[in-house]
């Protein structure tokens, strides 16, 4: 298989052999893999390509080792990449619930970021959610959310703008209401990220310095080619980590 023309690594190819055989349950969370000589046997592999493969497999949170049983397969394997749209309290969420504590709900005109990312026209009125994403009582995460004005959303996603006129405060993030009123819908999505600094405001949201590292992740969601959310997340440094899937 080729990938932007070029051969993958085998240890590459290796690692998703073996990721695989964990997804789909031939080596179920909590199981103890085989040793190293016999795996390599039943793959076909060498030892050295099997162990640079299984380190890897450890990195990403796969696998775990225990002193004196060997390599285990995690009780909860990370999920793979960011090939779904789903709410970022569950791509973080790796085995710890996160919970979604509305800061604010309110109705506002576009800003540069809406404008551009929203198409949203000077004067339109657009609902804005701000979430505190917290587990085990740290703030993980600080996420906006902007919807489409409304006459948008009721052209582009009916059931979506039903869904927001009659969620209650602590229904979740806006993406969670948009999942949960799409289904059978095609939606699609581009994310980016940055590295930046929380800043004063989002520091005392989030309980952390004003100089604290962080990443942006800004996102679009699409209804065929309507833009109908549009967010930013903030992730300070110690947040939980989250899969991400990139292709070309």
């Known amino acids: 298989?080729?990938?932007?023309?070029?051969?993958?690594?085998?240890?590459?190819?290796?690692?998703?052999?073996?990721?695989?055989?964990?997804?789909?349950?031939?080596?179920?969370?909590?199981?103890?893999?085989?040793?190293e000589p016999r795996l390599a046997g039943e793959l076909g592999v060498s030892r050295p390509a099997l162990r640079e493969a299984l380190l890897l497999l450890q990195e990403d949170g796969l696998l775990s080792v225990r002193r004196g049983v060997g390599?285990?397969?995690?009780?909860?394997?990370?999920?793979?990449?960011?090939?779904?749209?789903?709410p970022l309290e569950d791509l973080l969420a790796a085995g710890s619930p996160?919970?979604?504590?509305?800061?604010?709900?309110?109705?506002?005109?576009?800003?540069?970021?809406?404008t551009q990312h929203l198409l949203a026209p000077a004067g339109a009125e657009l609902r804005f959610w701000e979430s505190l994403l917290a587990g085990d009582g740290?703030?993980?995460?600080?996420?906006?959310?902007?919807?489409?004005?409304?006459?948008?959303?009721?052209?582009?996603?009916?059931?979506?703008?039903?869904?927001?006129?009659?969620?209650?405060?602590?229904?979740?993030?806006?993406?969670?209401?948009l999942t949960g009123a799409s289904r059978g819908l095609a939606l699609t999505a581009h994310s980016a990220m940055s590295a930046t600094l929380l800043g004063r405001r989002r520091g005392e949201q989030l309980g952390r310095a004003a100089d604290t590292p962080a990443v942006l992740i800004t996102q679009v969601v699409r209804a065929e080619d309507t833009?109908?959310?549009?967010?930013?997340?903030?992730l300070p440094t110690g947040a939980p980590a989250m899969p991400v899937l990139q292709t070309n």
């Open 98 to 114: 996160l919970r979604v504590r509305p800061l604010l709900r309110t109705v506002e005109e576009p800003t540069d970021f809406t």
């Open 1 to 35: 298989m080729a990938v932007g023309g070029q051969q993958r690594r085998p240890v590459v190819v290796l690692y998703e052999r073996i990721a695989d055989a964990i997804h789909d349950g031939t080596y179920p969370p909590g199981s103890t893999l085989p040793s």
């Open 227 to 234: 833009p109908i959310l549009a967010a930013k997340h903030m």
């Open 71 to 86: 390599r285990t397969v995690s009780d909860r394997p990370p999920r793979r990449g960011f090939e779904h749209i789903q």
């Open 138 to 177: 740290t703030a993980a995460a600080l996420s906006q959310e902007w919807a489409a004005a409304d006459e948008v959303l009721e052209k582009a996603h009916p059931d979506f703008a039903e869904a927001l006129r009659t969620a209650s405060a602590p229904a979740g993030s806006m993406l969670a209401v």
